[in-house]
């Protein structure tokens, strides 16, 4: 039996009988297959990973340590222009409160299992990735009591957020959490980098503890698109899963922190972050969720784009959306598409029938160019 016919989602209780505490997953599928080979492969990933654990864990936080409220002249002076105390305070309350959710995100992945039979993910979600982020909310809950934050309302606002419904809308097969997880972790690992090295310029040692904790995010970030990868390339028609995630993507923080997720692209901005490096980021993230496939970037980056238009997409864009789901020319149209992305990213071609190719498509390549001018396809 060349794939799995064990399918959830054709014949699945309610979400509310499966998950009745603080997770809701919006919607299901029918066409996730993936073959046993497939399978095997990421549960020996993730047997490795649990056998052989990567990096060093963030550890617990000693909240009498070092105690002391900071100067707040100091403080100001090291915020970068623009951004007030108040303004780099939510910064860190939306990790406290989204990062304190570990396990109401956890039902999600649970929940996958129940649908499409994914024991390799619920293994990975229990016996790594759960022990791991348990341990990330306490830094940041350390800095904003040195703040003068009080542990009252602080432990208030950790257990509302841990009793909020969490409503997981960017699917639910085993191949979108994992996308939806790099993408994820990608955000938070920039988020907390940011963070982090503002707050090293008044607390080092504070400012270290909340770094460790972004370079947990970075791992996951590898793990989820190491399996994303298997499971695409056992299955290419997964990648259409794929591009349903992109487009559905919200961070979790939209459900515990709405008022300060909605101002996070000017949060970022204010910290120093380039949204350039970030977007280069999510590329490199879907390129690998594509298996570097430039073909399949391409499709998906002009649905994206067009998706994200919608009645306001340039003619050409439109014309390009139809052409790619055309057998005929669909190839040559996603190739060109896929190589605009490259450009973007600053690709350089490597071998000759990539440069041949290259110089032949420049004139194309600069029209779509034009098109797309200032539109984002992450993001």
Request: hydrophobic residues 35%.
């Given at each position: 039996?060349?794939?799995?016919?064990?399918?959830?989602?054709?014949?699945?209780?309610?979400?509310?009988?499966?998950?009745?505490?603080?997770?809701?997953?919006?919607?299901?599928?029918?066409?996730?297959?993936?073959?046993?080979?497939?399978?095997?492969?990421c549960e020996a990933y993730v047997?490795?990973?649990?056998?052989?654990?990567?990096?060093?864990?963030?550890?617990?936080?000693?909240?009498?340590?070092?105690?002391?409220?900071?100067?707040?002249?100091?403080?100001?002076?090291?915020?970068?222009?623009?951004?007030?105390?108040?303004?780099?305070?939510?910064?860190?309350?939306?990790?406290?409160?989204?990062?304190?959710?570990?396990?109401?995100?956890?039902?999600?992945?649970?929940?996958?299992?129940?649908?499409?039979?994914?024991?390799?993910?619920?293994r990975l979600t229990d016996h790594?990735?759960?022990?791991?982020?348990?341990?990330?909310?306490?830094?940041?809950?350390?800095?904003?009591?040195?703040?003068?934050?009080?542990?009252?309302?602080?432990?208030?606002?950790?257990?509302?957020?841990?009793?909020?419904?969490?409503?997981?809308?960017?699917?639910?097969?085993?191949?979108?959490?994992?996308?939806?997880?790099?993408?994820?972790?990608?955000?938070?690992?920039?988020?907390?980098?940011?963070?982090?090295?503002?707050?090293?310029?008044?607390?080092?040692?504070?400012?270290?503890?909340?770094?460790?904790?972004?370079?947990?995010?970075?791992?996951?970030?590898?793990?989820?698109?190491?399996?994303?990868?298997?499971?695409?390339?056992?299955?290419?028609?997964?990648?259409?899963?794929?591009?349903?995630?992109?487009?559905?993507?919200?961070?979790?923080?939209?459900?515990?922190?709405?008022?300060?997720?909605?101002?996070?692209?000017?949060?970022?901005?204010?910290?120093?972050?380039?949204?350039?490096?970030?977007?280069?980021?999510?590329?490199?993230?879907?390129?690998?969720?594509?298996?570097?496939?430039?073909?399949?970037?391409?499709?998906?980056?002009?649905?994206?784009?067009?998706?994200?238009?919608?009645?306001?997409?340039?003619?050409?864009?439109?014309?390009?959306?139809?052409?790619?789901?055309?057998?005929?020319?669909?190839?040559?149209?996603?190739?060109?598409?896929?190589?605009?992305?490259?450009?973007?990213?600053?690709?350089?071609?490597?071998?000759?029938?990539?440069?041949?190719?290259?110089?032949?498509?420049?004139?194309?390549?600069?029209?779509?160019?034009?098109?797309?001018?200032?539109?984002?396809?992450?993001?």
């Amino acid at each position: 039996m060349p794939y799995q016919e064990e399918m959830g989602s054709c014949n699945i209780p309610s979400v509310d009988s499966l998950i009745p505490q603080r997770a809701v997953v919006s919607y299901s599928r029918a066409d996730y297959r993936i073959s046993e080979e497939a399978t095997r492969k990421c549960e020996a990933y993730v047997q490795d990973l649990i056998q052989h654990p990567q990096g060093r864990m963030v550890g617990s936080v000693d909240f009498d340590e070092d105690r002391h409220l900071i100067d707040k002249a100091k403080l100001r002076d090291v915020l970068p222009p623009g951004l007030s105390e108040q303004q780099f305070a939510n910064v860190l309350l939306l990790s406290v409160t989204t990062e304190a959710a570990t396990d109401t995100y956890a039902q999600v992945f649970h929940e996958s299992d129940r649908r499409y039979g994914a024991k390799w993910l619920v293994r990975l979600t229990d016996h790594v990735w759960v022990p791991d982020e348990t341990e990330h909310s306490e830094p940041f809950k350390d800095v904003l009591l040195v703040m003068g934050y009080a542990e009252e309302d602080l432990n208030r606002r950790i257990r509302e957020s841990r009793e909020k419904i969490y409503e997981h809308t960017s699917g639910d097969t085993p191949v979108q959490l994992t996308h939806f997880g790099t993408f994820q972790e990608h955000l938070t690992d920039n988020w907390h980098g940011f963070a982090g090295f503002i707050v090293k310029r008044f607390d080092p040692r504070r400012g270290r503890k909340i770094l460790s904790v972004k370079k947990r995010e970075t791992l996951h970030t590898m793990w989820y698109g190491d399996l994303t990868e298997i499971l695409v390339a056992d299955n290419p028609e997964l990648r259409y899963q794929v591009t349903d995630t992109t487009k559905r993507f919200r961070m979790p923080g939209n459900n515990y922190a709405p008022e300060v997720e909605a101002v996070s692209m000017q949060l970022i901005s204010l910290m120093g972050g380039d949204f350039r490096k970030i977007e280069r980021g999510l590329v490199r993230i879907m390129s690998g969720s594509y298996c570097d496939n430039i073909e399949y970037l391409g499709e998906a980056v002009i649905d994206l784009l067009a998706e994200k238009a919608g009645q306001e997409s340039p003619m050409p864009l439109k014309l390009a959306r139809k052409l790619s789901q055309t057998p005929a020319v669909g190839r040559v149209v996603n190739l060109i598409a896929g190589q605009v992305v490259q450009q973007r990213e600053g690709f350089k071609p490597a071998t000759p029938g990539e440069r041949i190719f290259w110089e032949a498509t420049s004139p194309i390549r600069s029209l779509v160019s034009q098109t797309t001018e200032g539109m984002n396809f992450v993001g």
